[in-house]
């Protein structure tokens, strides 16, 4: 069984920094990709950032420059460093593995989401 559990969100002023953590257990297949999302109240749910077995990654533009995406001990540990936070990135956080980058936010796995708060 596949667990992804998020920590490390909370409230921080804008242009301060948090750095999120996912730790997953159960993922079996050698290829993956893993990947953090984000959904703010009456909004659609936005991929931020991805990374593969690879090592690649991909950003959204709207945290290209401020947020970094890197993983530990290939597909058990990630993190997601957020830097010059601003109001409209609160939102809640999730992390995600699949098998591939491209499906991920459809057939991927999630874990249960850390709040992001940033205030003006």
């Known amino acids: 069984q596949v667990q992804l559990v998020e920590s490390g969100g909370g409230s921080v002023q804008s242009g301060g920094s948090l750095r999120l953590s996912c730790a997953a257990s159960?993922?079996?297949?050698?290829?993956?990709?893993m990947g953090w999302f984000r959904q703010a109240p009456g909004k659609e749910r936005e991929e931020v950032a991805t990374?593969?077995?690879?090592?690649?990654?991909r950003y959204a533009d709207s945290v290209k420059g401020r947020f970094t995406i890197s993983q530990v001990n290939a597909n058990t540990t990630m993190y997601l460093r957020m830097n010059s936070l601003k109001p409209e990135d609160t939102a809640m956080y999730y992390c995600?593995?699949?098998?591939?980058?491209?499906?991920?936010?459809?057939?991927?796995?999630r874990g249960q989401g850390t709040q992001v708060i940033v205030s003006s």
């Open positions: 159960g993922y079996t297949y050698s290829s993956y990709c």
């Open positions: 995600s593995i699949g098998r591939f980058c491209q499906h991920l936010a459809l057939f991927g796995y």
């Open positions: 990374i593969d077995d690879d090592g690649r990654t």
